[in-house]
């Protein structure tokens, strides 16, 4: 699979706490040769210095394109540039109300508006707990409107090891609703046998 067999993924990583999944999203796509279309909100550099050891410019590094949170003149802000849609990961609550108004202040969210607009998908690794009714309320509607919403929840099934490995496994499966499929997935039925249940 090359960059020249699908457009690219608009990647979003907004201030949640959960950094760790917009980084393996774009080392993913890197892995599998899709082009990365990077937004960073400007709360998320405060969560990546916070939670890695990393740099904002070395996570951009990581993007094939960077575009600046401020700038909704980028592609991205537009339907006509075609994208396989969006992922944003993590999703604050922020950024979530921002799409499920339409009323959007940056690039990210602008971004996702358009991915919604265009019925490409448009998947929300959301990061909160507990949720109140307002918030699920939220989900709700961005759920009718065509949002997947797709929290980055543990599978246990898979018998992880380790921290990266739970993280690799909710990454993966979100990729999965792009038809992307990335190798360190452990799958039910292939890598992993279903149990046999009595007759």
Same mark, same amino acid.
């Given at each position: 699979?090359?960059?020249?067999?699908?457009?690219?993924?608009?990647?979003?990583?907004?201030?949640?706490?959960?950094?760790?999944?917009?980084?393996?999203?774009?080392?993913?796509?890197?892995?599998?040769?899709? #082009? %990365?279309? *990077?937004?960073?909100?400007?709360?998320?550099? =405060?969560?990546?210095?916070? @939670?890695?050891?990393?740099?904002? +410019?070395?996570?951009?590094?990581?993007?094939?394109?960077?575009?600046?949170?401020?700038?909704?003149?980028?592609?991205?802000?537009?339907?006509?540039?075609?994208?396989?849609?969006?992922?944003?990961?993590?999703?604050?609550?922020?950024?979530?109300?921002?799409?499920?108004?339409?009323?959007?202040?940056?690039?990210?969210?602008?971004?996702?508006?358009?991915?919604?607009?265009?019925?490409?998908?448009?998947?929300?690794?959301?990061? #909160? %707990?507990? *949720?109140?009714?307002?918030?699920?309320?939220? =989900?709700?509607?961005?759920? @009718?409107?065509?949002?997947?919403? +797709?929290?980055?929840?543990?599978?246990?099934?898979?018998?992880?090891?380790?921290?990266?490995?739970?993280?690799?496994?909710?990454?993966?499966?979100?990729?999965?609703?792009?038809?992307?499929?990335?190798?360190?997935?452990?799958?039910?039925?292939?890598?992993?046998?279903?149990?046999?249940?009595?007759?």
């Amino acid at each position: 699979m090359s960059k020249d067999d699908h457009p690219p993924l608009v990647v979003g990583i907004s201030g949640a706490s959960g950094v760790v999944y917009g980084l393996r999203v774009l080392d993913a796509c890197r892995e599998l040769g899709i #082009e %990365t279309h *990077l937004v960073v909100s400007r709360s998320a550099a =405060l969560t990546i210095a916070q @939670e890695t050891e990393l740099s904002v +410019a070395e996570v951009q590094a990581r993007a094939d394109v960077v575009h600046k949170v401020a700038d909704v003149g980028a592609a991205i802000a537009s339907g006509s540039f075609r994208t396989l849609g969006m992922i944003v990961a993590p999703c604050s609550v922020r950024s979530m109300s921002e799409i499920a108004t339409g009323v959007t202040s940056t690039l990210l969210t602008r971004a996702a508006d358009v991915t919604l607009k265009e019925r490409r998908p448009l998947v929300l690794m959301v990061r #909160e %707990t507990p *949720l109140h009714l307002g918030h699920l309320r939220t =989900l709700v509607r961005l759920a @009718e409107m065509g949002a997947i919403i +797709a929290p980055p929840l543990p599978a246990f099934y898979a018998r992880p090891a380790s921290l990266e490995e739970m993280v690799d496994q909710s990454v993966g499966r979100a990729l999965d609703l792009f038809g992307l499929a990335w190798r360190p997935v452990r799958r039910w039925g292939e890598d992993l046998a279903p149990l046999k249940g009595e007759d």
